[in-house]
């Protein structure tokens, strides 16, 4: 296997949810560090979005069509009369496998964007004065309330990467937001997930279950909107009941 079709396959295994924790902190470190590999998630996330949609639309058609097909030769006619009765036992079975297929199929599908729009709400970024972090916190806070994100987000990253800054954790969630309004949830969900023991943990756990949710993994979703509703105080609880029960249904 060349070291490309390796690469594709672990970044599959990673979207899939199939690595270890271990591991997936591998990746995030690899996405901070490469570039051309956080480009390679970005594009197999978005593949595997418009494939997933693509590929149910087309078996519903499909199977909509040989259910009318179906409904259609199932009415008796003499010539079925006069059949052995093997051949009714074996109409009688496939009618009835295609509605239970039908049942399943034109279930409504869980449209997760339009859901992520009902619940996701842009943050309102502070003012930091007074410190060296303040002048470079202006400009991407200038960026930001003007809806440049990737401009803000450069900022963001400059003030994490710079070891005589301040305010770093307050840099990342917002970086994470940035990411959000890119529509790259994959890499906000890696931010908001590395300040599990700061003081944006609160809005951290909710902001990563609202990008699993973006991405489409509703499994890691619903787990982090669990551990939401393991805190008994957290500032989100309501939400995340009625966001859980809405998945689950």
């Not at 916190?137 to 003030?159: C, H, M, P, R």
């Not at 990563?208 to 105080?233: C, H, V």
Request: aromatic share 12%; hydrophobic share 40%.
């Amino acid at each position: 296997m060349s070291e490309e079709n390796a690469t594709l396959q672990l970044i599959e295994q990673y979207l899939s949810g199939a690595l270890s924790p271990e591991q997936e902190q591998d990746i995030h470190l690899r996405i901070d560090e490469d570039e051309h590999f956080a480009q390679l998630v970005k594009e197999r996330a978005a593949g595997r979005y418009l494939a997933r949609s693509t590929a149910k639309d087309e078996l519903t058609t499909s199977l909509k069509a040989h259910y009318w097909q179906q409904k259609e030769t199932s009415i008796p006619s003499k010539r079925l009369i006069i059949k052995p009765w093997y051949y009714l036992s074996a109409a009688v079975i496939l009618i009835l496998l295609v509605f239970g297929l039908r049942s399943w199929l034109f279930t409504p599908s869980i449209d997760t964007n339009e859901i992520f729009a009902q619940y996701y709400e842009q943050a309102s970024i502070p003012e930091i004065r007074g410190v060296d972090t303040a002048p470079l916190w202006e400009t991407a806070k200038n960026y930001y309330q003007g809806q440049a994100f990737d401009q803000a987000s450069l900022v963001f990253q400059e003030i994490i990467e710079d070891s005589t800054m301040r305010y770093k954790d307050r840099a990342r969630f917002f970086l994470g937001l940035c990411y959000l309004e890119m529509n790259q949830a994959d890499l906000a969900a890696h931010q908001f997930e590395q300040l599990s023991q700061s003081m944006f943990r609160d809005q951290s756990m909710w902001f990563t279950a609202l990008a699993w949710l973006k991405i489409g993994n509703l499994d890691k979703t619903k787990a982090s909107l669990q551990t939401i509703l393991q805190r008994s105080r957290h500032y989100k609880m309501k939400e995340a009941e009625t966001l859980q029960k809405q998945l689950s249904q």
